[in-house]
């Protein structure tokens, strides 16, 4: 008898096939999280953001920027914005325009985190206000930090400065108006952080490498 030989076709929806690719890529990247991370198990204990930012466990602080700072917040923003993938910044941003940019007058704030030792810059905060006017009330912030520093807790401990700061100078609560919705490590941390999201626009992202994702707007009271 001869043997008939079976072709298939993978029937599977190219939407879903397409959604399922931008999932894994973003989960192979730069998104893994830690095993044992869990949003409930926080490493800060938040109340009304009164933060205790830095731990005596950690190598580094947590302080105002100032101006000799700048070529090593320099150093950590432009990779960031080369890649362009977590950022909403034109990726051939000048380096005077970052520092236009990022550098932010009272009541806003820029801060650096700073290696105890060696006071290297391993990462870097901003916070100002949302609007003007009516809208004041309410912080926005941005943070990055340098990728050979990535998981010592940096980023977490700038957030937590930030909230603390902010309702400092007066701020009501803290808004983030684009979180990249492909960057969950971050959506993670902030959501670990109080943070909820009110809402995502749908492919409002043009991410280089995967196309167009969601952005989330994120928001705590302080």
Not at 4 to 20: G, K
Not at 134 to 141: D, I, K, P, Q, R
Not at 207 to 215: A, K, T
Request: overall charge neutral; aromatic content about 10%.
């Amino acid at each position: 008898m001869q043997r008939q030989e079976r072709h298939t076709t993978d029937q599977r929806h190219p939407v879903l096939l397409t959604i399922t690719t931008k999932i894994s890529f973003a989960l192979q990247k730069t998104l893994l999280l830690p095993p044992s991370s869990h949003p409930g198990k926080l490493r800060y204990v938040d109340k009304a953001a009164s933060v205790a930012a830095v731990s005596q466990e950690q190598t580094f602080h947590i302080r105002k920027a100032t101006p000799d700072d700048w070529a090593g917040i320099w150093s950590i923003l432009e990779p960031v914005i080369r890649e362009g993938e977590t950022f909403t910044w034109d990726r051939d941003t000048s380096e005077e325009t970052a520092r236009t940019k990022w550098i932010k007058d009272a009541p806003g704030q820029t801060f650096v985190a700073v290696n105890r030792d060696t006071g290297e810059i391993l990462g870097t905060g901003e916070f100002h206000a949302n609007q003007a006017g009516g809208g004041s009330h309410v912080a926005n912030a941005g943070y990055m930090v340098g990728a050979n520093n990535s998981g010592q807790g940096i980023a977490r401990a700038l957030c937590a400065y930030s909230l603390s700061e902010a309702k400092a100078a007066g701020f009501h609560s803290m808004q983030y108006n684009a979180v990249v919705e492909s960057n969950v490590r971050a959506v993670w941390l902030w959501q670990s952080m109080g943070f909820k999201i009110l809402a995502t626009v749908p492919e409002a992202f043009d991410h280089p490498e995967i196309g167009y994702v969601g952005l989330h707007v994120m928001y705590r009271k302080l």
